[in-house]
């Protein structure tokens, strides 16, 4: 990974996170899945017209929110 992107205030640490322990902070995860639900739920509504592609939707987001999930969450640094 080059230098300048582990140097990201934003993304560096998740990546580093990511690279040497496969985990993610509870708060990143809590974002994402708050995302999804948000825009996913605002395009379900807004842009769907058929009842078979909301649910298509929704269950697309619910496997999506279950992935994030199941991924390891690291332990907060105390300090």
């Known amino acids: 990974m080059h230098g300048w992107v582990l140097a990201n205030p ?3 640490p998740m990546i580093r996170d990511w690279e ?3 985990c993610i ?3 990143v995860k809590l974002f994402a899945m708050l995302s999804m639900v948000l825009v996913g739920g605002a395009s379900i509504i807004l842009a769907l017209d ?3 592609w909301r ?4 269950l697309l ?3 999506g929110i279950l ?3 199941a991924l390891r ?5 105390a300090g």
């Open 50 to 52: 058929s009842w078979a």
């Open 55 to 58: 649910w298509a939707g929704a």
């Open 61 to 63: 987001m619910l496997a």
């Open 25 to 27: 902070r509870r708060r």
């Open 20 to 22: 040497n322990n496969r």
């Open 73 to 77: 969450t690291c332990k907060e640094k």
């Open 67 to 69: 992935a994030i999930s």
């Open 10 to 12: 934003t993304f560096g």
